[in-house]
């Protein structure tokens, strides 16, 4: 696997509660990705980022913020969760904006109650 | 965004090849088309990749149309390890990011 550590592996938390997800790579890689997926609707594109403090939004952003304050990390922060947020979430990094294939973390699995 | 269209599901039995078809009707000239899998819980696994021209790698095979609208995966020797989601993704071009838009792929199931 590609060099990518996403923690925690399992979160469960309420309703209301401020949650972190991180994703650290040590590829060196400039892009990185997340996604989260969830039944009958595959992987859906959360947040990305093209360098260090440079992020943008996917097709499901609301609810999420991101940061990168360093390459080798990712956050991706849900400031209030919400039961529909319950989903396994996947960081991804690719190496340019070539046809460099992205590679995936093993997800975190988080469940809001 | 080009789209692709997958069967849901396909068997294929040990040692023989397993043959997993995309339809990309709508993709534009400039777009590749990605395969990726999906082990149960675990992150999608890059495949293979190609433009134009069919591609081969140490897991599989990429045949693409002349006309690109449409694309063959092929695991040559297929095995219990094979059975998973598979899917077929073609890379959106724009902005200042290779993002992959998924589809829901194909259930592969390789059967003893």
């Known amino acids: 696997d590609a060099g990518i550590t996403q923690s925690p592996r399992h979160k469960v938390t309420e309703t209301g509660t401020p949650v972190t997800l991180r994703c650290h790579q040590t590829?060196?890689?400039?892009?990185m990705y997340w996604y989260r997926q969830d039944p009958g609707h595959g992987l859906r594109l959360i947040h990305y980022?093209?360098?260090?403090?440079?992020?943008d939004k996917g097709e499901v952003s609301d609810g999420y913020s991101v940061s990168r304050s360093k390459t080798e990390d990712f956050l991706l922060t849900l400031e209030s969760a919400t039961s529909s947020q319950t989903s396994v979430y996947f960081c991804?990094?690719?190496?340019?904006?070539?046809?460099?294939?992205?590679?995936f973390g093993n997800g975190t699995r988080l469940t809001v109650t | 965004d080009a789209k692709t269209t997958q069967p849901p599901s396909m068997d294929c039995a040990e040692g023989r090849a397993a043959n997993l078809p995309c339809n990309h009707s709508?993709?534009?000239?400039?777009?590749?088309v990605y395969w990726y899998r999906q082990i149960h819980s675990q992150g999608p696994q890059y495949i293979i990749h190609?433009?134009?021209n069919n591609e081969t790698n140490e897991m599989a095979s990429l045949i693409i149309t002349e006309d690109r609208k449409s694309s063959t995966l092929i695991l040559p020797h297929a095995t219990l390890r094979d059975t998973a989601v598979y899917y077929c993704?073609?890379?959106?071009?724009?902005?200042?990011?290779?993002?992959?838009?998924f589809g829901t792929g194909t259930l592969l199931a390789v059967q003893p």
């Open positions: 991804a990094i690719s190496a340019n904006q070539g046809p460099s294939p992205l590679h």
């Open positions: 590829e060196n890689h400039r892009y």
């Open positions: 980022s093209y360098g260090v403090k440079d992020t």
């Open positions: 709508t993709i534009s000239g400039n777009e590749y």
């Open positions: 190609g433009l134009k």
């Open positions: 993704i073609v890379r959106v071009e724009g902005g200042a990011t290779n993002k992959l838009i």
